[in-house]
């Protein structure tokens, strides 16, 4: 398997946001360096709300909480 790991800017938070290229598909990965329940649980919460309302935004392929992390889609 192929990937590519690129830096993005992030928001104002303790997130730090990756892009990740595997083959053809691309997502994004969300690493909390700290506060991992808000920065990521409560976002990963935020952004199903928001989906279930049909607003935009990312959807959650997998958590890795334990490891401060999990992979969103891209937009």
Do not use: Q, W
């Not at 595997?22 to 989906?51: C, D, M």
């Amino acid at each position: 398997m192929r990937y590519s790991l690129e830096k993005i800017s992030g928001d104002a938070s303790f997130r730090e946001f990756y892009r990740i290229r595997k083959n053809k598909k691309t997502s994004i990965l969300v690493f909390a360096k700290k506060e991992k329940f808000r920065n990521l649980i409560v976002y990963s919460v935020v952004n199903n709300i928001l989906n279930k309302h049909k607003i935009l935004s990312p959807k959650l392929i997998k958590n890795y909480y334990k490891d401060n992390i999990m992979e969103i889609t891209y937009l």
